[in-house]
């Protein structure tokens, strides 16, 4: 029982969120880099805001090959429970490219990568809050051209 909770300890810990001050701006992102990452976010994205950019907020990271970025809602794409909409893209031959199929993000209160890796991207694993006392934790993991829910 110890372990169990020291190990439930531990992979909520490792989780991470982007948070307030990770903007556009702050990542380092040209406009035209914004406008392409914000054209396939709105494809997804379950509602609307006056302002992509207030809205989301954005976070470069290692996905293993190459260079990334997590993009999250803030409010309006995020529900009651503290989950939010979050997107991942990486940067393939100067284009920023969703790696869910379709677009389709997963809703998560946190996020984080690895251990492991397929085809050379990191393994990306979420959690969900459903209740006060449960999360599901899923594991994503990348078939060469988009994440999958893996075993």
């Given at each position: 029982m110890v372990v169990a909770l020291s190990v439930a300890v531990l992979a909520a810990a490792q989780l991470q969120t982007v948070g307030a001050s990770e903007t556009f701006s702050a990542a380092k992102l040209s406009?035209?880099?914004?406008?392409?990452?914000?054209?396939a976010i709105e494809q997804s994205a379950y509602d609307t805001p006056d302002s992509w950019e207030q809205e989301l907020r954005v976070r470069r990271v290692d996905v293993g090959s190459g260079q990334g970025l997590v993009v999250s809602g803030t409010k309006l794409l995020c529900g009651a429970t503290g989950n939010c909409q979050i997107w991942v893209f990486l940067n393939t031959n100067g284009r920023w490219v969703s790696l869910f199929e379709g677009g389709d993000p997963p809703i998560a209160e946190g996020f984080q990568f690895g251990p492991g890796a397929s085809h050379g991207v990191k393994d990306l694993?979420?959690?969900?809050n459903s209740s006060a006392e449960r999360s599901k934790h899923t594991t994503y993991r990348f078939d060469g051209k988009v994440y999958?829910?893996?075993?």
């Open positions: 406009a035209n880099e914004t406008q392409e990452i914000v054209a694993t979420t959690s969900t999958r829910v893996g075993p």
